[in-house]
C-alpha cells in the first residue's frame, strides 16, 4: 500500500507540472507569459515616445497587466526600423503605429504594409501644428503661404521623423490647395519631433509642421509662435492660436496613433489587448494623459482598427498623389 501511495503521489506532482506548463487544457500557455515590450519606433521625446510611455504607466498604475513592462526605443527609417524589429518578435512585443505605417509602403520605401501586422487598438488623434521661431518675421500662416507661393524654396520647413507621415501631408494639402508649387518645398527631416522642435528653436529652419502637444509647451513660454493649427476648434490652453480655417482656409486634419502586434497573433491574445484597452481608456490617469497633452479620445478595438486602416490607406494614397509622390 505504502508503494501504491508513494506511486499515486508521483503520479500526480507529474501531472500537475504538465498543466503547469501546458498552461491551460487546450495546451497553450497562459497569455502574457512574458515581460511585455512597448516598442517606440522614433527617438525619446515626440509623439511616439510620449505614446508608449503613457500606455505604460497607465497600464502599471492600474494593474491591468501583471507581467513586467518596458518601453524601447527603435529609431530610423520614419518607423522603420522599430515596425521590422516587431515583426521578427513574438506577441509579447507590441508597437505605436500612425500613418507612416501606411506611406512608407505607398512610397516604395518599406515592403512592410499594414496587413504585415496585427492592429490592437486605435487610441487618440490630435491636431497638426505649424510654428516659426519667436523672433520670425512670419506673421501668420497666410503670410507664410503667400512667401511659399511667390517662392517654394525659400523657407526650410522641418518635418519628422520622414516625409509622408501626417505632419507632412497636412502641410503639404494646405499648400497645394493655396496654389504653392509643393513639389519644389524644401523639407529638412529629422529623427523625431523633439527633434524638430529642437532645430526650430536653434534657428536651423524657418518653419516646423509638428504635432500640436510637442510645439504647444515652447509656444505658451513665448520660445516659438504656432501660426496654425489643422484644429476644428479653440486651442483650450491658449484659443488665440489661429487654425487654418481662422484664416479663411476650410481644412481640418486629425493626426492619430495606435498600437499592433506582429502577425498571427490569435483569437486570445487579441481578446486580452482588446479588453485591456477597453479598460486602460476608462482610467482616469488616460484621461489626464489625454488632456495634459491635447489630445482626443479615439479608441477602436481590433476589428475597428482593421477597417480603419484599410480606409486610411486608400486616404492616404490619394494624398500622395495630389503632394506628387507618387508615380
Known amino acids: 500500500?505504502?508503494?501504491?501511495?508513494?506511486?499515486?503521489?508521483?503520479?500526480?506532482?507529474?501531472?500537475?507540472?504538465?498543466?503547469?506548463?501546458?498552461?491551460?487544457?487546450?495546451?497553450?500557455?497562459?497569455?502574457?507569459?512574458?515581460?511585455?515590450?512597448?516598442?517606440?519606433?522614433?527617438?525619446?521625446?515626440?509623439?511616439?515616445?510620449?505614446?508608449?510611455?503613457?500606455?505604460?504607466?497607465?497600464?502599471?498604475?492600474?494593474?491591468?497587466?501583471?507581467?513586467?513592462?518596458?518601453?524601447?526605443?527603435?529609431?530610423?527609417?520614419?518607423?522603420?526600423?522599430?515596425?521590422?524589429?516587431?515583426?521578427?518578435?513574438?506577441?509579447?512585443?507590441?508597437?505605436?503605429?500612425s500613418s507612416l505605417l501606411l506611406t512608407n509602403n505607398l512610397l516604395g520605401q518599406s515592403e512592410l504594409t499594414h496587413e504585415d501586422f496585427t492592429p490592437l487598438a486605435t487610441l487618440a488623434t490630435e491636431w497638426i501644428s505649424?510654428?516659426?521661431p519667436a523672433d520670425s518675421d512670419i506673421e501668420n500662416g497666410i503670410d507664410m503661404l503667400d512667401r511659399l507661393k511667390e517662392d517654394p524654396t525659400s523657407l526650410n520647413i522641418a518635418v519628422g521623423p520622414a516625409l509622408g507621415n501626417n505632419d507632412h501631408l497636412s502641410f503639404v494639402s494646405v499648400a497645394d490647395e493655396y496654389g504653392v508649387d509643393v513639389s519644389q518645398l524644401e523639407f529638412m527631416i529629422?529623427?523625431?519631433?523633439?527633434?524638430?522642435?529642437?532645430?526650430?528653436?536653434?534657428?536651423?529652419?524657418?518653419?516646423?509642421?509638428?504635432?500640436?502637444?510637442?510645439?504647444?509647451?515652447?509656444?505658451l513660454n513665448g520660445e516659438i509662435e504656432i501660426i496654425a493649427t489643422t484644429a476644428d476648434k479653440p486651442i483650450p490652453e491658449d484659443e488665440s492660436i489661429p487654425s487654418w480655417q481662422d484664416q479663411g482656409i476650410d481644412y481640418t486634419f486629425p493626426h492619430w496613433r495606435g498600437i499592433m502586434g506582429p502577425a498571427d497573433m490569435t483569437d486570445e491574445e487579441i481578446a486580452y489587448w482588446n479588453d485591456t484597452f477597453s479598460q486602460m481608456v476608462e482610467t482616469e490617469e488616460w484621461g489626464t494623459l489625454l488632456e495634459n497633452q491635447g489630445w482626443d479620445d479615439f479608441y477602436l478595438d481590433h476589428e475597428g482598427s482593421v477597417e480603419f486602416l484599410e480606409e486610411q490607406d486608400q486616404m492616404y494614397e490619394e494624398l500622395l498623389d495630389t503632394a506628387g509622390m507618387t508615380e
Not at 498543466?19 to 512574458?34: K, M, Q, T, V
Not at 501583471?66 to 508597437?95: C, F, R, T
Open 130 to 132: 505649424v510654428a516659426v
Open 190 to 219: 529629422y529623427e523625431s519631433g523633439g527633434d524638430v522642435l529642437t532645430a526650430l528653436l536653434g534657428g536651423h529652419v524657418d518653419v516646423a509642421t509638428m504635432a500640436l502637444s510637442e510645439s504647444l509647451e515652447q509656444h
Open 1 to 97: 500500500m505504502r508503494r501504491n501511495t508513494k506511486f499515486l503521489g508521483l503520479l500526480m506532482a507529474g501531472m500537475m507540472g504538465v498543466l503547469a506548463a501546458c498552461g491551460n487544457a487546450s495546451g497553450e500557455a497562459e497569455y502574457p507569459n512574458g515581460n511585455i515590450e512597448i516598442v517606440a519606433p522614433a527617438t525619446p521625446g515626440g509623439g511616439w515616445d510620449t505614446t508608449a510611455r503613457g500606455i505604460q504607466n497607465t497600464l502599471d498604475e492600474n494593474g491591468l497587466v501583471e507581467e513586467n513592462m518596458n518601453v524601447s526605443n527603435k529609431p530610423g527609417g520614419g518607423g522603420e526600423v522599430g515596425w521590422q524589429y516587431l515583426a521578427q518578435q513574438d506577441s509579447h512585443a507590441i508597437s505605436i503605429n
